[in-house]
């Protein structure tokens, strides 16, 4: 019997037609490419609708667009010129997408209070209205963790606990979980095509553009930090915040990964996070870790701090700390 | 016989590294502190110039408090001759009777911290005229250490930016002075689970146990 039934798997194998799926993907491909491309605005990943007013040539240079990093500084302004197109047809909209660079000799660090983190929330309102973030499906970059107090057990931690309850509840406290911007950061090492890395200021982004959409950096970080556009994000009209920032909070589409990055559309002009505009309790502490004179470095050296999940030497710059 | 002398020379091998090996670790030296805290800051010093706390700590500006209270300047009715200095512990009544002083507890009466005389400022432990937007420098009287936190970054918040001029919020604009305590409240809304999906049930995997 089981001779039988080697023999007929040898025979099935060399009953394989001759070329590999290599092969047949290449010829295949570039077929399809040019199809594809002219298609791909249509329908990128199910059915994006795209307004007749994005034209033809528009498609075509969405298709064939460069990696950022690639891009020559004429490029990405022509590339930004039409997005800036294609949001006008699709909200109908000015919205103006940014180009700012990183500060030079700047680090950007957070550290947070967790005693004074209360769970309302507010972090989380401010960065759904400052970032574009899809309203439905809902999709947050914050989750405020409740857990019980003295714990630090994740796994037993709260992130849907009730709002009809007043916070914060007795024998509770908050944790908020965001992107820590890792210094070594794992999404970046599983992402196949490069769509996302780390910037001078050492701020995780995104080239939603250059995304394929395969999740690896969502299964990669340890935080939870990365969202995916399941389906269309849904962004009331007048809810959509027109100043936005290439690698941060231009409206995405369905399909890319999407991430905090410290609000870098407002934090390279000088600005605090959304978050950190948005916290009543004053829990939130931003700033440059590299100046010594700084509020985050007083708190990092002189206060209890700790970092989540120190030990998978992803070396976070988001400090939590008590007093 | 060749065994044992492999393993004596085994275990005199092991025993050399137990005893030698930590001789590093015994002369490694502490690593220094990294604390920055000013060694010339004494948040409890009391000098005879409230403001020369401001000296030691890293310049900040904020809003004025003065514009945000509804009834200041307090003279506009204190300055009157119909109204003359009470020092009385009493009862409030009329404008001042919604005024509910639980901050220390029945110790403090309003003169605690407001001038008797100069009814536009409020008043140290020692006598000092402090200014009404001023209020971390009477409060850090007693919360010193909160006050410390306050004027270096690690409690309070910063408005407007990270990069320029510090601007923080002062006391009041969080705390009450009258009832600090902060009202607990509603959070907002809870984030719905993914379209799709279920809210996941809490288990309690301490009731399976394993052993």
Redesign the interface.
């Known amino acids: 019997m089981k001779k039988q039934k080697e023999n007929q798997l040898k025979i099935k194998i060399k009953n394989r037609p001759d070329f590999s799926r290599r092969t047949a993907l290449k010829a295949l491909g570039t077929g399809v490419a040019a199809v594809g491309a002219v298609t791909a605005g249509r329908a990128g990943f199910g059915k994006t609708e795209v307004p007749a007013e994005y034209g033809l040539m528009d498609q075509f240079g969405e298709f064939f667009q460069q990696h950022y990093k690639k891009m020559s500084k004429e490029e990405i302004s022509g590339v930004i010129e039409r997005i800036e197109r294609k949001y006008k047809a699709k909200y109908d909209l000015d919205v103006k997408v940014g180009d700012t660079p990183p500060f030079p000799g700047v680090v950007f660090g957070y550290a947070l209070n967790i005693n004074k983190c209360k769970g309302y929330r507010e972090c989380v309102r401010g960065c759904v209205e400052e970032n574009n973030q899809s309203r439905d499906p809902q999709i947050q970059y914050i989750r405020v963790l409740e857990l019980d107090r003295g714990s630090l057990n994740l796994e037993k931690s709260e992130h849907y606990y009730d709002d009809q309850t007043d916070v914060p509840k007795d024998g509770k406290m908050y944790l908020p979980i965001q992107c820590h911007q890792c210094d070594n950061p794992p999404c970046v090492k599983a992402c196949p095509v490069e769509a996302t890395w780390k910037e001078p200021d050492g701020v995780v982004v995104v080239d939603y553009n250059w995304c394929i959409g395969c999740r690896m950096c969502a299964n990669a970080c340890p935080y939870w930090a990365r969202r995916f556009n399941w389906s269309e994000p849904v962004i009331p009209k007048d809810e959509i915040n027109p100043e936005t920032h290439y690698l941060s909070n231009r409206p995405r589409e369905k399909g890319v990964m999407e991430k905090c990055t410290f609000c870098i559309q407002r934090t390279r002009k000088g600005e605090l996070p959304a978050c950190h505009q948005a916290c009543p309790t004053g829990a939130r502490v931003f700033g440059n870790l590299l100046d010594v004179n700084s509020e985050i470095r007083y708190v990092l050296e002189n206060k209890d701090i700790f970092r989540l999940k120190e030990e998978l030497n992803t070396e976070p710059k988001f400090w939590y700390y008590t007093d | 016989m060749l065994l044992k002398s492999w393993r004596i020379k085994a275990g005199a091998f092991f025993l050399t590294v137990l005893l030698f090996g930590f001789i590093p670790f015994a002369l490694a030296e502490e690593s220094p502190s990294?604390?920055?805290?000013p060694e010339d800051f004494y948040p409890s010093f009391q000098s005879d110039d409230p403001r020369s706390i401001l000296l030691n700590v890293?310049s900040f500006t904020y809003d004025k408090r003065s514009d945000e209270i509804d009834s200041y300047p307090c003279t506009t009715c204190h300055g009157d001759e119909d109204l003359p200095p009470n020092p009385r512990v009493r009862d409030l009544e009329e404008m001042h009777a919604g005024v509910m002083l639980v901050h220390g507890n029945g110790r403090f009466w309003c003169l605690t911290c407001h001038s008797l005389n100069k009814r536009d400022y409020l008043v140290s432990l020692k006598n000092q005229l402090i200014s009404f937007d001023e209020s971390f420098l009477l409060c850090g009287q007693c919360h010193y250490e909160r006050q410390k936190?306050f004027f270096?970054?690690?409690?309070?918040?910063?408005?407007?930016?990270?990069?320029?001029e510090?601007k923080l919020?002062v006391c009041t604009e969080?705390h009450n002075p009258h009832v600090t305590k902060?009202k607990?409240?509603?959070?907002?809304?809870?984030?719905?689970?993914?379209?799709g999906l279920k809210?996941m049930k809490?288990i309690v995997h301490e009731k399976h146990k394993i052993w």
């Open positions: 990294i604390r920055s805290d890293p936190d270096f970054g690690a409690h309070g918040k910063r408005k407007d930016n990270w990069i320029l510090r919020a969080c902060i607990s409240r509603r959070p907002v809304a809870t984030p719905q689970v993914r379209k809210p809490r």
